[in-house]
């Protein structure tokens, strides 16, 4: 019964905004309800390169510090111009409400002095429903 | 006189038939458009409303990475300096999103080098919306393509110096 709970709560963050194809990142604003102590949200990284980039996903806080929240899959390789759906399960650590953001990185290239690391960044806001 | 009498009663009953012909045309036309009224407002409309909503999107393409020169004084490592170029990143936006550089946290420094640098980068963008060099986030509020230059700048001071060997540092580009 929680995991359908679970997973409604992230069908509602999936479908309310217009996803489109090559953007790194979709979507980047979300508000979720749960009646559960975590909610969910699927974010879709999308890889704009032509070649095969290694992704990883991340969840931060308000003050950009580590959220341990539950992502599926965390780091995957995305073939050039394609994306895939990420679920990520962040539990309220008993709140009423949480904000964080869900950050989609990519490795950079290597062998340069200055290497410099895409991040795309949503912010999605949690609100616990008794 | 006869034949251009006659001529003269041809030439206007020939215009006084154009006239009828017009006047003839004419009030079709006028019926036409009040059967064309009757018709548009007796047949059943309805209206097809189309809505969409666009959410903020961003799209961060890593156009190059940077290389970083040392100063003559041999205190400055850094893409401002001669010889050195900024990384280069395309940003694709539908605006409402800001845009910021991370303090530099990963660094590869020669084993020679054990003095403390200060990292400052720092980032500027033009096309779509021009932003002056920063180091702070800024909002990106005109929809479109905007090429950024990232700099970032390695400095030392007092009798401190950079040293030779192979210097790498990653500058994280958030655009949230």
Redesign the interface.
């Known amino acids: 019964m929680r995991t359908i709970a679970i997973l409604a709560a992230g069908l509602t963050a999936v479908l309310s905004p217009i996803a489109a194809t090559s953007q790194s990142m979709t979507p980047m604003r979300g508000e979720m309800r749960s009646f559960t102590d975590a909610f969910a949200v699927r974010v879709s990284p999308g890889n704009p390169y032509n070649q095969r980039i290694r992704v990883e996903v991340h969840v931060y806080d308000q003050d950009f510090q580590p959220v341990d929240a539950r992502i599926t899959p965390s780091a995957f390789l995305l073939a050039g111009q394609a994306s895939r759906p990420v679920l990520v399960v962040v539990p309220f650590d008993g709140a009423n409400e949480r904000k964080v953001r869900i950050c989609t990185e990519s490795i950079p290239f290597p062998s340069e002095q200055t290497q410099i690391r895409a991040q795309i960044c949503g912010k999605f806001f949690g609100h616990r429903r008794f | 006189m006869q034949p251009a009498t006659t001529s003269g009663y041809r030439r206007f009953s020939l215009k006084l038939l154009s006239v009828v012909i017009s006047l003839n045309a004419k009030l079709t036309t006028i019926k036409l458009a009040a059967c064309a009224g009757q018709t548009a407002s007796a047949a059943p409309t309805g209206n097809v409303l189309f809505n969409?909503?666009?959410?903020?999107?961003?799209?961060?393409?890593?156009n190059s990475?940077?290389?970083?020169t040392v100063s003559s004084n041999l205190q400055s490592l850094s893409?401002h300096n001669a010889g050195g170029s900024a990384?280069s990143?395309q940003v694709d936006t539908t605006g409402g999103?800001s845009l910021s550089v991370?303090p530099v946290t990963t660094t590869s420094v020669p084993a020679s080098d054990t003095t403390a640098t200060t990292w400052t980068p720092t980032f500027a963008t033009s096309g779509a919306q021009t932003v002056a060099e920063t180091g702070t986030a800024t909002a990106l509020t005109v929809p479109g393509t905007s090429t950024v230059a990232?700099n970032?700048a390695g400095t030392t001071s007092g009798i401190n110096r950079f040293s030779a060997g192979?210097?790498?540092?990653?500058?994280?580009?958030?655009?949230?």
């Open positions: 969409g909503t666009i959410t903020a999107t961003c799209t961060v393409t890593i990475n940077g290389t970083m893409s990384g990143a999103v991370d990232i970032l192979n210097y790498q540092a990653t500058v994280t580009l958030r655009c949230e």
